[in-house]
């Protein structure tokens, strides 16, 4: 790969002095200040071309690894007839991606209004179901993650939104998990209670068996839409296409990001019932976004979707998922003092550790050991472990090992408990 910059010192004082100086700090000092360089598959090169398995995954963008051929090629084809396109106008491109998500979404979701990034498409579902209902009330979960534009921050956790003044009215939260806490929140005045299916940013929490359910009869009861972020949870990351199908739940409103982009071409969408069609059908303009669903954008998205909705494919991720699990109990059983809880839904994993000072010591230790993963920004004990969905089991191994590798060396630096 021809690299742009000779020495990674240019690199990281360009950014420290034009983009960053925050982020190249607190990089430099965890030892984590990789420059990414070469990418392909589920592997991540830094400048001096060390490869790191990326466990990661930027939330879900590299579910189908770095530069997957398919979605390379699919915009490559496209670049030769199409362009960003008018998101005023009648599109083919958007015609056919909408027509593929409104079949491989659950009941009667069919109507898709795209965007670019996830941040905007939950403005966009907390919008219409302001819209829809006529109702001023949003209830989201404690330490839920929805991104960071307008009503995606204020449905979000204080520590974002903090130093940005007081948050918009009607916010409201409520813990996740818990059903009595939710039906105690929401009442006539609400719009719609938001939830990813499995937070991630809160620890890759597993909601309770029935509680996603019991969220639907409560927004049936009260008139609340139920909208479901699947930015990251969606596209196959849980072992099926949707995390919500596990629990046979339709809600009003789900929301996709990070992966339908294919780690190539932005794109996300916010995708609602037939029944709530009348709001567009009466102010058609009234939400723009000038690059959302880029009809350029539409090709790798329908690629990713073909490939993420496979019989084959999902069930490429299950296998993984087992091998992971066995693995993890493995390690659970040896590490029983660091290791104390393994989360799992398919590849959306999460392993808690005893201390912060473990997890964040687990991090160090398998960026050391060539895997890059991060522990969630709401629970600080939690490693989130999200390898890309193709990932093949030399390298799954490959994962296991340097994890071995790391709870062994913390073993012995507490000693030896
Ligand atoms: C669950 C969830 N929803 C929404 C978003 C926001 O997406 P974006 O960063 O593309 O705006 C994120 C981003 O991490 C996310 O994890």
Request: glycine fraction near 10%.
């Amino acid at each position: 790969m021809n690299l742009p910059y000779s020495n990674r010192a240019l690199v990281v004082d360009d950014f420290a002095r034009h983009v960053s100086r925050g982020k190249a700090d607190f990089f430099r000092q965890f030892g984590l200040d990789f420059i990414p360089g070469e990418r392909n598959g589920c592997f991540l090169n830094d400048f001096e071309g060390k490869a790191y398995l990326n466990c990661h995954c930027n939330g879900g963008v590299f579910n189908l690894g770095h530069r997957h051929p398919k979605i390379v090629a699919a915009l490559k084809r496209a670049l030769e007839t199409w362009d960003i396109g008018n998101h005023h106008l009648i599109s083919m491109p958007r015609a056919m991606l909408g027509r593929q998500l409104a079949e491989l979404l659950p009941g009667d979701i069919n109507q898709t209004v795209f965007g670019v990034g996830g941040g905007e498409a939950i403005d966009l579902a907390l919008k219409l179901a302001k819209g829809i209902t006529g109702r001023p009330n949003i209830i989201s979960a404690k330490g839920g993650f929805h991104g960071h534009t307008g009503l995606a921050l204020a449905a979000g956790d204080d520590q974002y939104r903090a130093p940005f003044g007081p948050n918009p009215p009607g916010f409201s939260q409520a813990k996740f998990g818990d059903i009595a806490a939710l039906d105690a929140a929401v009442d006539s005045k609400t719009a719609a209670v938001i939830l990813e299916t499995i937070p991630a940013t809160l620890g890759i929490v597993i909601p309770p068996r029935d509680y996603l359910e019991n969220v639907r009869r409560i927004c049936d009861r009260s008139g609340a839409l139920m909208v479901i972020d699947e930015v990251q949870c969606g596209l196959g990351r849980t072992g099926r296409l949707w995390a919500i199908d596990e629990y046979d739940v339709v809600p009003d409103i789900v929301v996709i990001g990070k992966g339908l982009s294919g780690g190539i071409y932005p794109i996300s969408a916010t995708c609602y019932r037939d029944k709530f069609d009348f709001f567009f059908r009466k102010y058609p303009f009234i939400h723009i976004s000038t690059f959302g669903g880029s009809e350029l954008g539409c090709f790798p998205a329908m690629a990713v979707l073909e490939e993420s909705s496979s019989a084959a494919f999902l069930q490429h991720v299950n296998e993984m998922a087992a091998f992971f699990s066995e693995q993890f109990t493995a390690l659970q059983e040896k590490f029983p003092q660091l290791l104390i809880e393994i989360r799992q839904k398919g590849l959306m994993m999460g392993l808690k550790f005893s201390a912060e000072k473990i997890s964040m010591g687990v991090c160090k230790m398998l960026y050391d050991n060539g895997v890059f993963a991060i522990f969630s920004g709401n629970d600080t004990c939690v490693i989130q472990f999200l390898p890309p969905l193709i990932i093949q089991k030399p390298e799954a191994e490959f994962a296991i090992s340097a994890l071995t590798k790391s709870l062994e060396v913390l073993q012995g630096m507490l000693g030896g408990k």
